[in-house]
């Protein structure tokens, strides 16, 4: 080929003193022509009917093919293997050109190879993240591994290439490097590690709500990478957490919530211990109109009552008030009203620990917690739930002749002033 654009040229009135450059000049020219056509085509023709194709198709694996640009590298192989090809051909082999021209070739197209590699490689994460139920497998960290052992791999090649010797003769020098290459990716190790425990142990998963205090992350899990874990927080920042401190530092994982479908509800109400009392035979009888008492002062009655005479059956009487008796307080008549009330709710899950316990009395009065678990996950509607709860208990409270501790406010003054 290399004859006919000398012959042409010589025809055209070049001369040759010239020729020999100009027939090098115009072999490029064509050369880089040919590769830039074949591109075009590829890039503009072929890719945007594969693009249709698959637009329009139900799967949804060939879409990740488009998103991370598989094609499109794939495309730009093309015009590199017509010029390492074609070079030969038309160029004097042994002419500085063609060597300079087939060296750029084979670079560029191993490093584009690994480009393409590296873009399959997302491919496989993106379907395995949507179709993996459970994503117990670290694929992040393992792409990221295969990735960074591909770019060494492919750096190597390319040194052999630019220097014209065996990829062999390279990698016997790394064996005199290994200290330092343990040094430079001391981090990558770790994190590694860090990921084959956390996914044997199962500890973490994308998508889990995760809490690290130390950090300040509390949201769900993003990524979890070679070296990164990628934190999404409630206000919508974003925490990246060192993926060995996964294992080095204790979390709080609230996955088996999720699973169980159910979110516990755990606070306290203050009671006055000044309001603490003994109920009276008239505030009994009040009580018993609350359906949710009915059952429990009828069976307390009957307790007392045997209790003060002997027998399975009797009325409360004045005699109850006695310091020897046993009788029936305030405090014990809303705790039971609590329990109640929280068991026939439809938003508490019965199934579940569900109770109301006295804490220690502190300097602001008794604690009563309430224990339980509301039958839902969402956010939104747990605080619904919780706070629905709240806002029955402090408004029936006084119907007891409780009160509900609070520091004094400016009101409180004015009333007593």
């Not at 429990?296 to 045997?306: F, H, I, M, N, P």
Request: glycine residues 4%.
């Amino acid at each position: 080929m290399n004859e006919l654009i000398s012959i042409w040229l010589s025809e055209q009135g070049i001369s040759s003193k010239y020729l020999a450059s100009s027939a090098t000049a115009v072999g490029i020219g064509m050369i880089l022509l040919i590769s830039s056509l074949s591109y075009y085509i590829a890039k503009h023709q072929v890719l945007g009917l594969m693009n249709k194709i698959i637009i329009n198709s139900k799967n949804t694996w060939d879409d990740a093919l488009m998103e991370h640009g598989v094609l499109s590298r794939m495309a730009l192989l093309l015009p590199l293997v017509l010029m390492l090809f074609l070079t030969p051909l038309i160029l004097e082999t042994t002419s500085i050109a063609s060597t300079l021209l087939i060296l750029l070739s084979k670079v560029l197209l191993t490093f584009q190879i690994s480009r393409c590699i590296s873009a399959l490689l997302n491919v496989s994460r993106s379907i395995y993240k949507e179709s993996a139920k459970q994503r117990f497998l670290p694929l992040s960290a393992i792409i990221q591994i295969i990735k960074l052992a591909l770019y060494l791999v492919t750096s190597i090649i390319i040194i052999s290439l630019i220097i014209d010797r065996s990829p062999v003769y390279l990698l016997s020098g790394l064996g005199a490097l290994t200290a330092v290459l343990l040094l430079v990716f001391q981090d990558t190790i770790k994190g590694l590690v860090a990921s084959i425990q956390i996914s044997a142990n199962r500890m973490v998963v994308a998508g889990d709500w995760v809490e690290l205090p130390k950090y300040g992350a509390d949201g769900d899990v993003l990524e979890i990478g070679l070296s990164t874990v990628k934190i999404e927080n409630f206000d919508k920042t974003i925490t990246t957490v060192p993926t060995y401190a996964l294992i080095s530092d204790s979390f709080k994982n609230w996955r088996n919530m999720y699973h169980t479908g159910a979110r516990r509800i755990k606070r306290t109400v203050i009671i006055d211990i000044a309001s603490i009392d003994f109920c009276s035979a008239e505030k009994i009888n009040q009580l018993t109109n609350a359906y949710l008492l009915q059952d429990y002062l009828s069976d307390k009655k009957q307790e007392l009552a045997q209790s003060e005479h002997g027998h399975n059956s009797g009325e409360i009487t004045q005699s109850f008030t006695s310091l020897n008796s046993r009788q029936l307080t305030n405090i014990g008549t809303f705790r039971a009203y609590i329990t109640k009330y929280l068991q026939q709710n439809s938003h508490i899950r019965n199934d579940l620990t569900c109770m109301v316990r006295q804490l220690t009395a502190t300097q602001t009065g008794l604690p009563l917690e309430i224990y339980c678990f509301a039958n839902t996950t969402d956010w939104l509607a747990y605080e619904t739930i919780q706070a629905d709860i709240f806002d029955h208990l402090f408004a029936i409270a006084p119907q007891f002749d409780l009160r509900v501790f609070q520091h004094p406010s400016g009101h409180d003054w004015q009333q007593n002033s």
